[in-house]
Each structure stands twice: as C-alpha cells, then as structure tokens.
C-alpha cells in the first residue's frame, strides 16, 4: 500500500514535470505552428509601431497604444510552446534554444519586461519615451532572434 502511494506520487510529479507543460499540444508540429503563428502577429503589430516610430506612420496615441498592448499581451503565449523537446527540427528555432533553456527562458522574460514598459510609455503617449523603449524592446527581439533563431 505504501510503496503504492510512492509509486503514484513519483508518476504524479513526472506529469507535472514534463506532461502539463506541453499537454497543450497534441504534436510536436502543432507547438511550432503554434509559436510561429503567434510571433508573426507579433512581429506584424511591432512592425506597425515601427513605421510610427520611424516617422513612416503618423502618430495615433490610441492605436500605438492598441498594438502595443497586443504585442505584449500575444507575447505571453508562446515560451511553453518554444520548450516542447525535438520542435527545433523543422522550424526557424536552433537547438540550443532547447539545451540552454534557462537562458532562453530568461531572454523571453526580459523582453516581457520590455514590453510592458512599452505598453506604459505607450499610455503615457508621449513621443520621447516611446521611441527609446521601442529601441529597447526591439533590442531585445534582436538578442534572442541572434541567438536562438535560424532564419
Ligand atoms: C526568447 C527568444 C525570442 C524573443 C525574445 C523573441 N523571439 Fe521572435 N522568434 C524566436 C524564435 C526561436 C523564432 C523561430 C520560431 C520557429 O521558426 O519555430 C522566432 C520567430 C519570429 C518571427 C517569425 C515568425 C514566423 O512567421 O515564422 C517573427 C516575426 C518574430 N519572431 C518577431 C519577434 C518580435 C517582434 C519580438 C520582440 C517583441 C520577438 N520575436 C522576440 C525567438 C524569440
């Protein structure tokens, strides 16, 4: 009975080390259609910011605001979906994104950091703090796409 309980307790924690994380997926393709859907609306939305940052677009206080809170809000969904074991093959994501992933975790979570001080800059509307927070959250895009993205 006792050795039973330890036995269902041990498979408990593996389920809860490895299943519910990627439980979400049913396929491995599935997690990397997943991630890669969710960063092409990201990069269309940054994108967006960008061409108003750049001058290329005019200044709407309400929509940078909107893009800005989707970028941010869209970001939240993809890391457990980058850590699904064997979906860097395939896809635009190098394997050690998967054999470094505290670094890759860390790197996810500095660009949500990033992104919710953008979102603040954004509500606060004025120009000159959005610029170099945008500088600074594209900044962080770059360091992990240089180190973890293929293409
Ligand atoms: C922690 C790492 C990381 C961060 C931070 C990151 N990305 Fe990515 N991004 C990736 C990886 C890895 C891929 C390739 C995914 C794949 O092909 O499976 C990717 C792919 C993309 C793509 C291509 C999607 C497609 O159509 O396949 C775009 C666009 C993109 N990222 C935009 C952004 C933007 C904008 C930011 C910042 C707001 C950002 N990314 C931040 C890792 C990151």
Known sequence: MKKQMVWVLSLAVVVLLTGAAFAQFAKTEDAVKYRQSAMFLIGQHFTRMGAVVKGEAPYDKEAFEKN????????????????????????????????????????????????????????????????PQFGAAGGSCKACHDAYRSK
């Open 68 to 131: 800005a809170v989707l970028v941010e809000s869209l970001y939240r969904l993809p890391l457990e979906a980058f850590l699904v074991p064997g979906s860097d093959k395939g896809s635009g994501m190098k394997a050690e994104a998967l054999s470094q992933k505290d670094k890759f975790a860390q790197m996810h979570k500095a660009t949500e950091a990033e992104l919710a001080k953008l979102v603040a800059a954004a509500k606060g509307g004025d120009m000159n703090a959005i610029k």
